[in-house]
């Protein structure tokens, strides 16, 4: 039977007029092709982007290292070092290049120690391409570090990358290299400020600690800014010291471009470690409790109120201590802390009467009307008439930040999540997460390296230039 034959050639033109012509795949195909026949495999696709990267990429490196040889300052030509090699890991495979090594002007001061040779094309550490890391760091901040590995190797023809490990310290690397470098330039670098008052929200979740000796668990505060017009920034950090979360904090604020003087909102569940926090940062903010965490506590307090007494002799009990509780809740509602804590108080005394002490789940309900009590105390200074502000749009609860501790820490951190985290790695692995729920991962990529991934302005100024 006949065969059908793609030859795919090559065609470079590496100086002008000059071209070489090489042949990087040939796809046979019976004529009686059934439908898994028809186009390119996925094998296939991998071999043949796999021979073009291996074609491209050491014309480029070669071409580098010639164009590089005069210096910049007094354009004579520099003596060479040799070469050394190195693989540069790219989406599409690994590709040992040899890189040229130049010596150091003699018009340049060398610091005594100082290096005296430079390589033409700087690969880092690892030579991974920005996109493979890109790429990798994006999908691991979603998913578990196996299944990317795994969705990589299966699509692309990359080598080791089906290692989860890999995976994981490449994430990683990103998260310090990349991304902390991006908010550490916007946090120095005028920024522009949100337009209007902002809104910001602090919580608290729990993540699985590697150090289970020390510590079970370790918190990690998350947060999320909401500007005038819509626009959400969220941000996450491992709580390590007041120092450093306050730190942390103020560039997190300076990254959604809210300044000191700038006028904001800010609602906390009443954690005094989180009001220092804000505090510090945002010293004229509006402060508010959320009324969601006092709520909860409250409803737990009237379903101790409901169920007092063993039968119906003590019904009257009950429906008493409901009373209480409910217009204490009223009160608050409304803005009239002073009635709300007498009402409290009246119902704590209440439950400490001698001929009550028999009354079955008495305790219960003295102990959380005290609690109550204590938690509204302790927080007055930011307890606010929550029924005129939600009668304006204001915001009065932090139900916007429990979503962005679901979304930041639980879904990839606990949930079905059976990895342990230590405090020093879990930082940047937050970063780049929550960059790439900020869709900000391209643009600490862009800072880092100015060719990646042009942005649509770049390609819109290319096209009108052209």
């Known amino acids: 039977?006949?065969?059908?034959?793609?030859?795919?050639?090559?065609?470079?033109?590496?100086?002008?007029?000059?071209?070489?012509?090489?042949?990087?795949?040939?796809?046979?195909?019976?004529?009686?092709?059934?439908?898994?026949?028809?186009?390119?495999?996925?094998?296939?696709?991998?071999?043949?982007?796999?021979?073009?990267?291996?074609?491209?990429?050491?014309?480029?490196?070669?071409?580098?290292?010639?164009?590089?040889?005069?210096?910049?300052?007094?354009?004579?030509?520099?003596?060479?070092?040799?070469?050394?090699?190195?693989?540069?890991?790219?989406?599409?495979?690994?590709?040992?290049?040899?890189?040229?090594?130049?010596?150091?002007?003699?018009?340049?001061?060398?610091?005594?120690?100082?290096?005296?040779?430079?390589?033409?094309?700087?690969?880092?550490?690892?030579?991974?391409?920005?996109?493979?890391?890109?790429?990798?760091?994006?999908?691991?901040?979603?998913?578990?570090?196996?299944?990317?590995?795994?969705?990589?190797?299966?699509?692309?023809?990359?080598?080791?990358?089906?290692?989860?490990?890999?995976?994981?310290?490449?994430?990683?690397?990103?998260?310090?290299?990349?991304?902390?470098?991006?908010?550490?330039?916007?946090?120095?670098?005028?920024?522009?400020?949100?337009?209007?008052?902002?809104?910001?929200?602090?919580?608290?979740?729990?993540?699985?600690?590697?150090?289970?000796?020390?510590?079970?668990?370790?918190?990690?505060?998350?947060?999320?800014?909401?500007?005038?017009?819509?626009?959400?920034?969220?941000?996450?950090?491992?709580?390590?010291?007041?120092?450093?979360?306050?730190?942390a904090f103020q560039q997190a604020l300076a990254a959604a471009g809210v300044h000191v003087d700038t006028p904001a909102t800010v609602l906390c569940d009443g954690d005094a470690g989180l009001w220092r926090l804000q505090r510090e940062a945002l010293p004229d903010a509006t402060i508010v409790l959320d009324w969601w965490h006092a709520a909860v506590r409250f409803e737990h307090a009237l379903q101790l109120a409901r169920g007092l007494g063993a039968g119906p002799a003590d019904t009257h009990l009950a429906d008493k201590a409901v009373r209480g509780l409910e217009r204490a809740k009223w009160r608050l509602w409304h803005g009239r802390w002073a009635g709300c804590r007498r009402k409290l108080a009246a119902l704590c005394r209440w439950t400490e009467r001698k001929p009550l002490r028999d009354v079955a789940g008495i305790d219960r309900l003295q102990r959380h009307a005290s609690e109550l009590l204590g938690y509204l105390e302790r927080n007055e200074d930011v307890l606010v008439h929550y029924a005129a502000r939600r009668r304006c749009g204001e915001p009065i609860s932090t139900a916007f930040v429990e979503s962005v501790v679901n979304e930041i820490i639980a879904k990839r951190t606990n949930k079905k999540q059976q990895m342990r985290w230590n405090r020093a790695a879990v930082q940047p692995f937050l970063d780049v997460r929550t960059a790439v729920l900020n869709d900000t991962l391209e643009d600490a990529f862009r800072s880092r390296h100015p060719g990646f991934r042009p942005a649509n302005d770049d390609h819109m100024a290319t096209a009108a230039a052209a």
């Open 1 to 247: 039977m006949a065969k059908l034959v793609w030859r795919v050639k090559l065609v470079a033109e590496l100086r002008p007029g000059v071209t070489t012509e090489t042949e990087v795949a040939r796809i046979e195909r019976d004529e009686q092709a059934g439908l898994a026949e028809l186009g390119l495999q996925l094998a296939e696709a991998k071999q043949l982007t796999a021979a073009l990267q291996a074609e491209i990429v050491p014309a480029q490196v070669a071409v580098l290292g010639e164009r590089r040889r005069n210096c910049l300052a007094c354009g004579r030509v520099l003596a060479s070092k040799g070469h050394y090699g190195a693989r540069f890991r790219s989406l599409f495979g690994d590709v040992p290049v040899r890189v040229r090594r130049l010596l150091v002007c003699p018009c340049q001061d060398v610091i005594e120690g100082g290096a005296k040779s430079f390589a033409a094309l700087d690969f880092g550490g690892d030579g991974v391409a920005p996109e493979l890391a890109y790429v990798t760091a994006r999908y691991a901040a979603l998913v578990p570090f196996g299944k990317v590995a795994t969705l990589l190797s299966e699509l692309l023809p990359i080598d080791g990358v089906q290692n989860t490990g890999t995976v994981r310290n490449r994430t990683l690397r990103v998260g310090q290299d990349i991304v902390r470098q991006h908010l550490s330039d916007n946090a120095e670098q005028p920024v522009m400020q949100a337009g209007g008052p902002v809104v910001v929200g602090l919580d608290g979740g729990y993540v699985r600690s590697r150090h289970r000796q020390d510590e079970q668990h370790f918190e990690v505060v998350a947060g999320k800014v909401i500007r005038a017009d819509g626009a959400q920034h969220r941000f996450a950090f491992a709580r390590n010291g007041q120092a450093t979360a306050s730190e």
